[in-house]
């Protein structure tokens, strides 16, 4: 049984938050509840979509840290450091060109596109456009932009990115494993 990062972990237990707005959305904006009522729903949503977008943000930043500090043990930590203030600490999104250029540093070139990043029902550019869309509405909400999320959107969404987590830990933990010789998580 293959084991998961403690950041991978962690963003599962996290995405329990999404769920609980999915379900705070419900019980604002029950079935055949009037115009205020799925107003206030949409704006729970938005909520949930941002917060998403964040969670999966975090949990990049993190196996990406994790991931260098096992590949270049080697390196001194003050080097380390200073390639994460400029790499991770600077992320400011989860979207396809972050991704790739975190995993560039990690040996792994245009991870987005790696083999194991795709599965039933969802090809390369599929998991890629999604990656995509979700980022832009974060961006579009955040700052300010109006921007419609159905609950079926971020659900989707949230399945999605807990998929996409997963993928990326293992290829992460596969190149630890090739370069070190041993498995890291």
């Given at each position: 049984?293959?084991?998961?990062?403690?950041?991978?972990?962690?963003?599962?237990h996290?995405?329990q938050?999404?769920d609980?707005?999915?379900?705070?959305?419900?019980?604002?904006?029950?079935?055949?509840?009037?115009?205020?009522?799925?107003?206030?729903?949409?704006?729970?949503?938005?909520?949930?979509?941002?917060?998403?977008?964040?969670?999966?943000?975090g949990?990049?930043?993190?196996?990406?840290?994790?991931?260098?500090?096992?590949?270049?043990?080697?390196?001194?930590?003050g080097?380390?450091?200073?390639l994460?203030?400029?790499?991770?600490?600077?992320?400011?999104?989860?979207?396809?060109?972050?991704?790739?250029?975190?995993?560039?540093?990690?040996?792994?070139?245009?991870?987005?596109?790696?083999?194991?990043?795709?599965?039933?029902?969802?090809?390369?550019?599929?998991?890629?456009?999604?990656?995509?869309n979700?980022?832009?509405?974060?961006?579009?909400?955040?700052?300010?932009?109006?921007?419609?999320?159905?609950?079926?959107?971020?659900?989707?969404?949230r399945?999605?990115?807990?998929?996409?987590?997963?993928?990326?830990?293992?290829?992460?933990?596969?190149?630890?494993?090739?370069?070190?010789?041993?498995?890291?998580?």
């Amino acid at each position: 049984m293959q084991m998961s990062s403690v950041p991978l972990t962690k963003f599962k237990h996290r995405l329990q938050e999404v769920d609980e707005i999915v379900a705070a959305r419900d019980a604002i904006c029950p079935t055949g509840a009037g115009r205020p009522a799925r107003q206030k729903g949409a704006a729970v949503i938005s909520g949930g979509t941002v917060l998403l977008s964040a969670l999966l943000e975090g949990f990049l930043e993190e196996l990406y840290e994790l991931a260098v500090d096992e590949l270049y043990q080697h390196i001194p930590v003050g080097d380390r450091t200073e390639l994460k203030e400029h790499t991770s600490r600077r992320n400011n999104n989860a979207n396809v060109h972050q991704v790739n250029t975190l995993y560039f540093y990690l040996g792994v070139p245009w991870v987005m596109s790696h083999r194991k990043m795709r599965w039933q029902k969802c090809s390369n550019a599929k998991v890629q456009e999604r990656l995509r869309n979700l980022s832009k509405a974060r961006n579009q909400l955040a700052h300010g932009g109006s921007r419609i999320v159905r609950k079926q959107t971020l659900t989707a969404w949230r399945d999605f990115a807990e998929r996409l987590a997963s993928k990326l830990d293992e290829i992460a933990a596969d190149r630890v494993e090739a370069e070190t010789g041993r498995r890291p998580w």
